[in-house]
């Protein structure tokens, strides 16, 4: 136990047990028949610490040693107690713990997206969030480079690092991220590299699915609207030739944008919850939309070639959807 045991405070009266994952090689050997997968055993790691370091940071520490719970009667009664914590990262557990302590001389572990989550989940689970605070603005500064810029494994990390230590900027970043590039059924807050659930709330990934769904309606919504447009209001054109020339040059039009939206797998619009699809690629398409006018195809040179405003305005309105889909604010969730 010794070699094991990790003094916070000399006299300290509460001892954590958590586990730590030791893996054992196989030995080598030159024979096929011999061979011998590798093993993978859980070592016991103590952790002596102050109970009132503890109560002091942690509400939910308080709770458990100062009321009614089995833990603080055995510390009112004996004067020390031991408590499992067998599904907590002892590394992350002990960086914690100096912090509470106050203590130094341990080499800090190396920084990265999966320990700094590994930290974020066990600050949300003890409530630690004031007490880490300037630390924890430390550590994600350090690790800025490491924000995802697309959809990848990391961004719900980064959405639960950016939630429990209330970060705006970067909530703002990955939701804005989540909301354009989630295909839908991806935003599992289930971490499959820490084996374990990530403390992000159902309204904020409620929240992410809902905007991600309205942002592809209003997509598809901006051809609908034109082709509307088209069918049934006044001509485009703005040709003197004659009425007919303008409404030919409408449906001209009309023919181009069905079309291409059509080729472009966009036209009839399909059913939400879109699955398979998200902003981004709808909007990246719906801009390959080729829109075209009789009197360009005409080469009439005393008009405006091109669309008459047509695909510059859908070019617009998608703009308009790019900064309107542009992610969540922390604030408006607290």
């Avoid at 800090?108 to 969030?129: E, G, N, W």
């Avoid at 609908?224 to 006044?234: E, F, K, P, V």
């Avoid at 004659?242 to 039009?253: A, Q």
Wanted: proline share 5%.
């Amino acid at each position: 136990m010794a070699s094991n045991m990790h003094v916070f405070d000399p006299a300290g009266d509460l001892t954590f047990i958590l586990q730590s994952l030791v893996v054992k090689e196989p030995r080598k050997s030159s024979s096929l028949l011999s061979y011998r997968s590798s093993t993978r055993k859980f070592a016991k790691v103590y952790m002596r610490v102050s109970s009132k370091r503890l109560m002091q940071a942690s509400p939910v520490f308080r709770a458990m040693l100062k009321h009614s719970f089995m833990e603080g009667m055995t510390l009112r009664a004996t004067g020390k107690v031991e408590v499992p914590l067998p599904d907590d990262d002892p590394v992350a557990f002990a960086l914690l713990m100096d912090i509470v302590h106050g203590t130094k001389g341990r080499a800090a572990p190396q920084m990265d997206t999966l320990f700094l989550t590994s930290l974020a989940i066990l600050v949300d689970k003890y409530r630690l969030q004031q007490h880490v605070a300037t630390s924890s603005d430390q550590w994600v500064e350090s690790l800025q480079g490491q924000v995802p810029k697309t959809f990848t494994p990391d961004l719900l990390h980064w959405l639960c690092i950016s939630w429990v230590f209330r970060r705006p900027i970067e909530f703002n970043i990955v939701t804005r991220i989540a909301e354009r590039e989630s295909l839908g059924q991806d935003l599992d807050t289930y971490s499959e590299a820490l084996n374990a659930n990530l403390p992000i709330p159902q309204r904020v990934i409620d929240s992410i699915l809902s905007r991600r769904i309205k942002a592809i309606r209003n997509c598809l919504d901006v051809i609908g609207r034109y082709i509307d447009m088209l069918q049934l209001s006044t001509p485009r054109c703005t040709s003197s030739r004659n009425e007919s020339h303008r409404y030919t040059c409408n449906n001209v039009l009309l023919g181009s944008l069905l079309e291409s939206s059509t080729n472009l797998g966009l036209w009839p619009p399909a059913d939400a919850p879109y699955r398979d699809l998200n902003f981004k690629f709808v909007a990246h398409e719906i801009m390959q939309i080729k829109v075209v006018s009789f009197c360009s195809k005409m080469g009439f040179t005393n008009q405006p070639t091109g669309s008459h405003g047509v695909k510059a305005e859908i070019g617009a309105a998608i703009g308009k959807l790019k900064t309107r889909f542009s992610g969540l604010h922390l604030k408006d969730f607290d």
